[in-house]
């Protein structure tokens, strides 16, 4: 992975050194400290299943899908689950539509590692029927605009459309148990997925000959970083996953400084999701009593009799 993630922007000497001194200082060019993180807005979709993440001028937007597939000839019972990246033009104007490049490629497989590595959502619970028929879950993430930090932002994003998703319930009869008959949401109630913990991903940069570190780097300060950590963990502390771009080797005291505080950060981040998708849940269950309300036919029919 390139240490700016297609990031096109570039900065004059002069910026740079003034990046450089302004932290020596403790502050950043957006008057942050060197380990605050930009403010985190999470807001959902009106269908189950999506979400859009604002964190500074980064934004993401992500989408997920299910399908039943055929399973794995070596995991029969298990589900399947993949990310798809989408880079906007208008996010940055190093990105190209079409297929993929290999930013958008990388991007997914760090949001794809954290989450699959760590078990993070139950697969085996999307098994319909063992050996034939299995749900596949598809995560699309659109970034609609760079403003650094693309990995953290994604990953937030994918987590919060993983949590509001519901799936039809399925149920299998006959007499060979084979027949399987999917069930409308308005007859059945959909399922949510089964999510055993959220691996958080929390993104370093190293900038300036002292590999200053700073928390949820902007697009300048990509474009002045030597390297960046990405560490993915959840709120147990578990390490789900590390990855590491460019730039020299980084000391064993920092790295271990860095999961400090990544685990504060991610344990922060897990609350805000958490809130969001329960503010959600909330509105969603008033929206379906108001679709189902009894109390309006009642009226209609006591019109109608008199």
């Known amino acids: 992975m390139e240490q700016r993630l297609a990031n096109s922007f570039t900065v004059t000497v002069n910026e740079t050194k003034f990046i450089e001194n302004a932290l020596i200082s403790d502050i950043r060019v957006d008057g942050r400290r060197p380990f605050d993180y930009r403010n985190l807005i999470i807001r959902f979709g009106s ?10 001028r980064t934004q993401v937007i992500a989408f997920v899908t299910g399908q039943l597939v055929q399973p794995y000839r070596d995991r029969p019972n298990e589900g399947t689950f993949a990310i798809y990246t989408e880079f906007s033009p208008m996010a940055d104007p190093s990105f190209e539509p079409g297929r993929p490049g290999d930013s958008a490629i990388e991007l997914g497989r760090i949001v ?3 989450l699959r590595e760590s078990r993070a959502v139950d697969t085996e619970s999307l098994c319909v029927i063992a050996g034939k028929l299995v749900w596949s879950i598809r995560i699309d993430l659109h970034i609609i605009d760079n403003g650094g930090n ?4 994604a990953n937030i ?19 060979d148990g084979q027949e399987l008959i999917i069930h409308p949401p308005d007859v059945r109630e959909p399922l949510p997925l089964i999510i055993h913990h959220f691996p958080v991903a929390v993104t370093f940069g190293f900038i300036g000959k002292e590999n200053i570190v ?28 590390i990855q590491k771009a460019g730039g020299d080797g980084v000391l064993q005291s920092v790295i271990m400084q860095c999961l400090r ?10 609350s805000k999701i958490k809130n969001a998708v329960e503010s959600y849940n909330t509105q969603r269950s008033l929206r379906k009593i108001k679709r189902h309300n009894p109390s ?5 029919v006591a019109k109608h009799h008199a």
């Open 47 to 56: 269908e189950d299943g999506s979400s859009e993440v604002q964190l500074g």
């Open 112 to 114: 794809d590692r954290g």
């Open 150 to 153: 693309l990995v953290d932002a």
């Open 157 to 175: 994003s994918a987590l919060a459309a993983l949590s509001t998703f519901r799936r039809p319930e399925c149920t299998v009869e006959g007499e």
């Open 214 to 241: 700073v928390i949820d780097p902007t697009h300048h300060e990509e474009a002045v970083m030597g390297g960046s950590l990405t560490v993915t963990l959840n709120t147990n502390g578990d390490v789900c996953a």
């Open 261 to 270: 505080i990544a685990s504060v950060k991610a344990g922060d981040i897990t």
């Open 296 to 300: 309006s036919t009642v009226s209609n």
